[in-house]
């Protein structure tokens, strides 16, 4: 690497933690900040949902937006944005005010994260220099998940809750110095329209469906709106599909979502993030409900394993440059299957269970953080420069919704593992239901290896043979 792009690697890489801490550093502070601005056990929820629903609809327009428009100049939009919204929600004094700052960090997230990630590949050419970039950014996307719920849960603890939102600020000001000095500007060669038709209809259906989930988590997958909602996502993302395939200038064109790497690699990635997501929920519900550890030693037993995605995102690109990224997306999915799978040996004894959370984690996070940087080496690969703005909002996309779709899922099947215990005692119930839980994501993670392996790694295998002869 040159000197000037290891000064944009740093910018981008601080920016890619602040984002990634910033989606978990409330999770343990929640209780505290409900009973501090009066929410209500049943608005709580909402903290959450506000910064989800403009995260995961926005991303793709937002990314597209960035190629047509300058990724700097919207990467800096993003982040001004973020420092507002940290600002706000740090001095809130009422849930309304709280709840309009989570959507601006969460709209912050969906201009910025996609638009940096294409910084990114631009910055470095195809090849080893990009998958060593983009190792670590899996290291620093990873580390920043797990950082931000010890984060959160110290601030908490010795300060204030308001400080998960004010650490934006001063952070935010360097990247946006940073990004000034070193990080030239870029878009695409050609200046188009944007599709305003299929912009309205692909951020509709993801908020629609984004909403739905969200939802089924709150009330239950047996409530009639959840599936209305679902529906409703349904048939605004299937006008999407046609509009794009009527449009001069589509917003998505659909030779890009029919590439094999496109597919298959976001695939692979959601897989992972959703059920490492719902691991990481699951054990909490475990640490808390089982062992009745209060939520500050959850979130450091939690995040202690998070140092093993750093360092499995920073010697990945070792490994992708010896099997290739389908092999490396398909091994990682195993691995973390097997390291989530040894919590069906969690039993009710507080040692026992702690280090078989800490070991299971390990190992688990550890998979993870290979099939970060492999999925996004897939889903990037093969495409114009022109284009990366939108195939990083589509990987930005995959992980918005992953995070936002498998705790809901693997909840459900806790709560209904739960109910059918209810003769047992309420930390016993919990022990059954988390045990489904982990048997559920394990299984559905070795599907997803399988189905990766069958048609992204033969498939590579396939063409490559066909292309030397």
């Known amino acids: 690497m040159t000197g000037r792009q ?18 978990s550093i409330l999770t343990v502070s929640l ?20 910064f989800a629903l403009p995260a995961a609809g926005f991303t793709l327009l937002f990314g597209r937006i960035a190629d047509l428009a300058g990724r700097r100049k919207i990467f800096l939009l993003g982040i001004g944005l973020l420092a507002a919204g940290s600002l706000l929600g740090g001095v809130a004094q009422s849930p309304g005010v709280l709840l309009t700052a989570r959507v601006i960090q969460g709209t912050a997230t969906a201009i910025s994260v996609p638009s940096a990630l294409a910084l990114l590949t631009t910055t470095f050419p195809e090849g080893p220099l990009r998958r060593r970039a983009l190792g670590l950014n899996g290291a620093l996307l990873g580390g920043g ?12 603890e010795l300060f204030s809750w308001r400080w998960s939102f004010l650490i934006n600020v001063p952070v935010a000001v360097l ?53 209305a909602w679902l529906a409703a996502a349904a048939v605004l993302l299937v006008a999407f599909w046609f509009i794009e395939l009527r449009s001069a200038t589509p917003l998505v064109p659909v030779r890009v979502l029919k590439r094999r790497t496109v597919r298959l690699g976001n695939f692979g990635g959601f897989a992972s993030i959703a059920m490492t997501t719902a691991t990481s929920f699951s054990t909490t519900l475990y640490m808390q409900k089982v062992l009745d550890f209060p939520a500050f030693t959850t979130g450091v037993v939690i995040g202690l394993p998070g140092l093993l995605t750093v360092l499995g995102g920073t010697i990945a690109p070792r490994l992708l440059g010896r099997i290739g990224p389908p092999a490396v997306l398909a091994l990682s999915l195993v691995v973390q299957a097997v390291g989530y799978g040894l919590l069906l040996l969690l039993g009710d004894t507080s040692t026992t269970g702690v280090l078989l959370v800490l070991l299971a984690l390990s190992v688990g996070f550890f998979g993870h953080a290979y099939s970060l ?97």
């Open 6 to 23: 290891k000064l944009a690697l740093a910018v981008l890489l601080g920016a890619q933690f602040m984002l990634a801490a910033d989606f």
């Open 31 to 50: 209780p505290v900040v409900g009973d501090s601005l009066g929410f209500s056990l049943d608005q709580l929820q909402w903290i959450t949902t506000g």
């Open 145 to 156: 998940f797990s950082a931000g719920a010890v984060l959160g849960g110290a601030l908490t």
């Open 175 to 227: 990247v946006l110095i940073g990004t000034l000095a070193v990080l030239p500007e870029g878009r695409a060669r050609t200046r188009t329209r944007l599709d305003v038709p299929g912009a309205a209809a692909v951020t509709a259906g993801l908020l629609a469906l984004v909403f739905g989930i969200t939802r089924a988590g709150e009330d239950g997958w047996a409530d009639a709106q959840v599936y």
């Open 373 to 469: 940087v492999s999925y996004m080496v897939s889903a990037t690969s093969g495409l114009p420069d022109e284009e990366q703005g939108l195939a990083t909002g589509l990987t930005t996309m995959s992980m918005q919704i992953a995070i936002t779709l498998g705790i809901p899922v693997i909840s459900a099947v806790i709560a209904a593992r739960a109910s059918a215990l209810d003769g047992r005692s309420a930390a016993d119930a919990m022990l059954g239901g988390v045990h489904a839980g982990v048997a559920v994501l394990s299984a559905f993670l070795l599907l997803s290896a399988l189905i990766v392996w069958l048609f992204l790694g033969r498939g590579r295998a396939a063409a490559e043979a066909e292309a030397g002869a």
